[in-house]
């Protein structure tokens, strides 16, 4: 079972029209779940709202006594200024609303990659012209010519 935040599906979904990127340097761990979902797209993802499979490797993701809000002995800097965790927990809201889906829906990898672009092909639309906008439009071209 792969555990995922919401938006990490998206970046998922960057990711495979991309391949690894400097930005992978921090988030280390969207490329070791991207290749999983890759080698076995039928694997079950469950969507999360704690720390995540894709967090495990994150160089953000440092033990803490403390935890934080995304979770217990560890915290990552999205966590740690209340107005940014806000902002991703308003995200990740959003995206349960825009799939329509609940914490904890769980179905194949590659069907929530499809539910994704099919109930939120305008993320990141915001900015157009910008390179997430344009790697997810890749993205979903590249996984619809490849899987359906
Ligand atoms: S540890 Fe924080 S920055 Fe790293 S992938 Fe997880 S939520 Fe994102």
Same mark, same amino acid.
């Given at each position: ?20 990127t %400097? ?12 290749? +999983? ?12 709202e704690?720390f995540d499979?894709a967090?495990v490797d994150c160089? +953000?993701?440092v033990p ?12 990552c ?5 209340l ?7 308003q995200?990740?809201? +959003?995206?349960?609303? %825009?799939?329509?889906v ?6 194949p990898? +590659?069907?929530?990659l ?6 939120y092909?305008a993320?990141?639309?915001e ?5 997430y ?8 071209? %590249?996984i619809?010519?490849?899987w %359906?």
């Amino acid at each position: 079972m792969i555990k995922l935040r919401p938006y990490h599906l998206f970046a998922v979904i960057r990711q495979i029209a991309t391949g690894p990127t %400097k930005e992978d340097e921090i988030f280390k761990g969207i490329p070791v779940v991207t290749q +999983r979902i890759l080698e076995n797209p039928d694997e079950e993802l469950e969507l999360v709202e704690c720390f995540d499979d894709a967090c495990v490797d994150c160089i +953000r993701h440092v033990p803490d006594g403390s935890g934080c809000v995304w979770g217990k002995d560890f915290s990552c800097q999205s966590a740690l200024h209340l107005e940014r965790a806000y902002k991703v927990g308003q995200d990740m809201e +959003r995206i349960l609303r %825009k799939l329509d889906v609940e914490w904890g829906a769980h179905m194949p990898a +590659r069907e929530f990659l499809f539910l994704a672009i099919e109930k939120y092909p305008a993320r990141y639309a915001e900015n157009p012209d910008g390179a997430y906008r344009k790697q997810y439009v890749a993205g979903m071209e %590249k996984i619809k010519a490849m899987w %359906k």
